[in-house]
């Protein structure tokens, strides 16, 4: 094992599959010094749920070798091999490194786990393989796998008529609640809270998702009408069930929509629509919360629960309505972007745009589209990358022909210093690409910014920071000035026929629309439980002192209260680690 050879002519299978053996061995001697000389000098080991009930990251060969021994002692870590199912074990280079990527699968006392590490192998010899990146993850408890592929239900009581009812039938009496409450209430039924209960539902827990709007798929629905993902769908898959391969590389809104009223029917999941959580109490002697819910007739239910979630999506709060001088004596129609439809309503009219964001950009690029006469401002500087081929850069490694579920591991791997560099790495490569869009737009007097450590937008993104936008063509528009553009330090107030600036002229209007974001998830929080209870859990979102999201998929300072946030691939792996820890809790597994 100990021949070098040119890097390209290894076998990564063969050499993989060796190193597993010689790490396991190594781990089963309980010898943390051995184990910090597999690490390289540069090594980190994410932890998910696997050596203690959290998310952790050890950094170094001595604190990941003693991390993993102490891991051992308390969860007796065993019978490691090849993860069956999942992308055969490659040679890449990354990050200018020569590396072997490989899944594993291994045991624990508490469940199934799964692994992905990345072997720095800089000289073709097999001793000098060195642990760059290693994850473990659990992926269930004992008894509780995923009820697919060779382990589905058979359906024997419906097949073999042992009941006069059938599926149907049964489903409405399940999602009834009738003799029974939920040991689980999610609130919210965008994707997040859907995935969980997806999720849930595969561990046997009995989970009700309840939603405010009448339909499912209405908080995609209701948005501005033209609003499409800006990630590309292979992205974006849920869990058990993948997109039709038919449909669109970019996925419109109301597409989305359809489908969270597909996947919450042929999952089986217990969905109430039109219902409300109106008051909520936590008795901290049982555990149990009791919560009265407002039905979508007007009746009333109260229930007990174990555990509430909160799955506030993305953004989470309500409008953020800025305050705008004068604009109390504006006498046209002002609107926030979450409560703008469709340009088409203000065709042959003005309108102005307050925001350079996503939403601020779609919305003014709807308008002129429609025949409306707009323009836009902005606050602050903005990030600017083109849809294709920058942004798409971000999310290239889903098109690699790994499973979706494969990725996700990958990407949960990297550590936060990596993650920066990475970010910063592309940053450059994109303003590079998008070097005549962003000249254009600074010759019009655009402000740009790449982040305050030049990430660009993704980590604009995980830090709540906002202020981005992924050209779909109206930064073209307001190169060529079919969109004028206006600063917000040049404006003086509003007066009744629209913006007056300094230099005294006014830009006219019939509509203002103010795309300047959202509360966010802590305003949102606080709307739906109180101060109390929202103070008790602290600020949720972006980066805690650890690198983890805040308060996100995890206990918070509120027990049996759990927040469920983010896009669809936050949502579609951290649904799994978030229902692992609610079933541990409710079978005893996890310590108070």
């Known amino acids: 094992m100990n021949r070098a050879l040119p890097v390209q002519e290894l076998d990564p299978e063969s050499t993989f599959r060796l190193w597993l053996e010689t790490f396991e061995a190594t781990l089963l001697q309980q010898d943390d010094a051995a184990l910090a000389r597999m690490c390289g000098a540069e090594s980190y080991l994410k932890d998910m749920l696997v050596l203690d009930w959290d998310y952790r990251v050890h950094t170094g060969p001595e604190a990941i070798g003693r991390a993993m021994v102490e891991g051992h002692?308390?969860?007796?870590?065993?019978?490691?091999?090849?993860?069956?199912?999942?992308?055969?074990?490659?040679?890449?280079?990354?990050?200018?490194?020569?590396?072997?990527?490989?899944?594993?699968?291994?045991?624990?006392?508490?469940?199934?786990?799964?692994?992905?590490?990345?072997?720095?192998?800089?000289?073709?010899?097999?001793?000098?393989?060195?642990?760059?990146?290693?994850?473990?993850?659990?992926?269930?408890?004992?008894?509780?796998?995923?009820?697919?592929?060779?382990?589905?239900?058979?359906?024997?009581?419906?097949?073999?008529?042992?009941?006069?009812?059938?599926?149907?039938?049964?489903?409405?009496?399940?999602?009834?609640?009738?003799?029974?409450?939920?040991?689980?209430?999610?609130v919210g039924a965008g994707q997040g809270g859907l995935i969980l209960a997806a999720r849930l539902r595969q561990m046997g827990v009995d989970a009700l998702v309840i939603e405010r709007t009448a339909r499912l798929g209405d908080v995609w629905r209701a948005r501005y009408n033209n609003l499409t993902l800006h990630n590309e769908t292979t992205a974006n898959h849920f869990p058990y069930m993948p997109f039709p391969e038919t449909w669109p590389m970019w996925?419109?809104?109301?597409?989305?929509?359809?489908?969270?009223?597909?996947?919450?029917?042929?999952?089986?999941?217990?969905?109430?629509?039109?219902?409300?959580?109106?008051?909520?109490?936590?008795?901290?002697?049982?555990?149990?919360?009791?919560?009265?819910?407002?039905?979508?007739?007007?009746?009333?239910?109260?229930?007990?629960?174990?555990?509430?979630?909160?799955?506030?999506?993305?953004?989470?709060?309500?409008?953020?309505?800025?305050?705008?001088?004068?604009?109390?004596?504006?006498?046209?129609?002002?609107?926030?972007?979450?409560?703008?439809?469709?340009?088409?309503?203000?065709?042959?009219?003005?309108?102005?745009?307050?925001?350079?964001?996503?939403?601020?950009?779609?919305?003014?690029?709807?308008?002129?589209?429609?025949?409306?006469?707009?323009?836009?401002?902005?606050?602050?500087?903005?990030?600017?990358?083109?849809?294709?081929?920058?942004?798409?850069?971000?999310?290239?490694?889903?098109?690699?022909?790994?499973?979706?579920?494969?990725?996700?591991?990958?990407?949960?791997?990297?550590?936060?210093?990596?993650?920066?560099?990475?970010?910063?790495?592309?940053?450059?490569?994109?303003?590079?690409?998008?070097?005549?869009?962003?000249?254009?737009?600074?010759?019009?007097?655009?402000?740009?910014?790449?982040?305050?450590?030049?990430?660009?937008?993704?980590?604009?993104?995980?830090?709540?920071?906002?202020?981005?936008?992924?050209?779909?063509?109206?930064?073209?528009?307001?190169i060529d000035r079919k969109i004028p553009l206006l600063q917000a330090e040049d404006m003086d107030r509003f007066v009744p026929e629209g913006l007056r600036m300094k230099d005294g002229s006014v830009v006219p209007c019939d509509l203002v629309v103010t795309a300047t974001g959202f509360e966010g998830m802590q305003g949102a929080i606080r709307d739906l439980m109180g101060e109390e209870i929202a103070a008790r859990v602290g600020p949720v979102w972006g980066f805690d002192a650890d690198f983890n999201m805040r308060n996100m998929w995890k206990r918070t300072g509120q027990p049996g209260f759990w927040i469920m946030g983010g896009a669809i691939t936050e949502a579609r792996l951290f649904s799994r680690y978030l229902a692992l820890q609610i079933k541990a809790s409710l079978d005893g597994l996890m310590p108070a």
């Open 251 to 478: 996925l419109p809104k109301d597409m989305l929509a359809l489908w969270l009223e597909s996947y919450a029917e042929c999952m089986e999941l217990n969905v109430w629509t039109g219902t409300e959580l109106t008051g909520h109490s936590h008795d901290p002697v049982t555990g149990e919360w009791s919560v009265t819910l407002r039905l979508a007739d007007g009746s009333e239910r109260r229930m007990r629960t174990k555990h509430l979630v909160a799955a506030l999506g993305v953004s989470g709060g309500a409008p953020r309505r800025p305050t705008l001088p004068g604009l109390e004596d504006f006498a046209g129609t002002v609107l926030h972007s979450g409560e703008f439809r469709s340009g088409l309503d203000w065709a042959g009219k003005r309108a102005l745009v307050i925001g350079t964001g996503n939403s601020g950009h779609d919305v003014a690029q709807d308008l002129y589209v429609s025949g409306a006469e707009v323009s836009i401002m902005q606050r602050g500087p903005t990030c600017v990358v083109s849809l294709e081929p920058s942004a798409a850069i971000s999310y290239a490694v889903f098109a690699e022909g790994r499973p979706v579920e494969d990725v996700d591991l990958m990407i949960a791997s990297i550590p936060y210093p990596v993650l920066i560099e990475s970010y910063q790495h592309i940053t450059r490569k994109t303003d590079r690409l998008d070097k005549d869009l962003l000249e254009g737009l600074k010759s019009v007097g655009f402000k740009l910014t790449s982040g305050a450590d030049g990430t660009g937008f993704q980590l604009l993104y995980l830090r709540g920071a906002g202020g981005y936008y992924i050209d779909v063509g109206c930064s073209r528009l307001i």
């Open 73 to 186: 002692r308390r969860r007796a870590l065993r019978n490691f091999r090849t993860a069956p199912g999942r992308t055969a074990p490659v040679l890449v280079r990354r990050a200018g490194r020569n590396l072997i990527e490989g899944y594993f699968a291994f045991d624990t006392d508490i469940g199934t786990c799964d692994g992905f590490v990345r072997l720095a192998c800089p000289d073709g010899n097999p001793a000098s393989l060195r642990i760059w990146q290693i994850l473990f993850a659990l992926n269930h408890i004992h008894g509780f796998a995923d009820r697919t592929g060779d382990n589905r239900p058979r359906g024997d009581n419906y097949s073999q008529i042992t009941s006069p009812e059938n599926w149907s039938q049964d489903r409405e009496r399940e999602r009834a609640f009738a003799d029974r409450d939920p040991q689980v209430l999610i």
